[in-house]
């Protein structure tokens, strides 16, 4: 997470000294940050399915070890209670997609806010 400049460095930053000009120039840097954000949790909820489809593979796979094979039993229990981890942690990746989804109507307006002081 970027800092969050003052008023002094916003008015630097964005080379003007209207504090108009620095709430627009605020609004804007905020408004790309979520892009990016959105963009790189898209990212790792493709990640976080693609490895729930193939510990599903494995799983449907190990389904046919045998039973008495105690290390091959314990590892395919430890796959299972990762694939559920798995899917909470899909579940939560997709409540913060959710979220910044939400968050970028609220900053597109923050912007427009500003571009009325034009």
Known sequence: MASIPNFDQLKEMCGSQEIKDCFKFLFIQEEAENEGSITKVMEWCEGVR???????ELIEEGRNFSDFDVPAMDGMEC????????GLILQ???????AL????TEKRRHVLVMEVHD
């Open 50 to 56: 693609q490895k729930i489809a193939k510990f599903a």
């Open 79 to 86: 796959l299972v209670e990762a694939q559920v981890r798995n």
């Open 92 to 98: 939560a990746l997709i409540g913060l997609f959710d």
């Open 101 to 104: 989804r939400e968050a970028k």
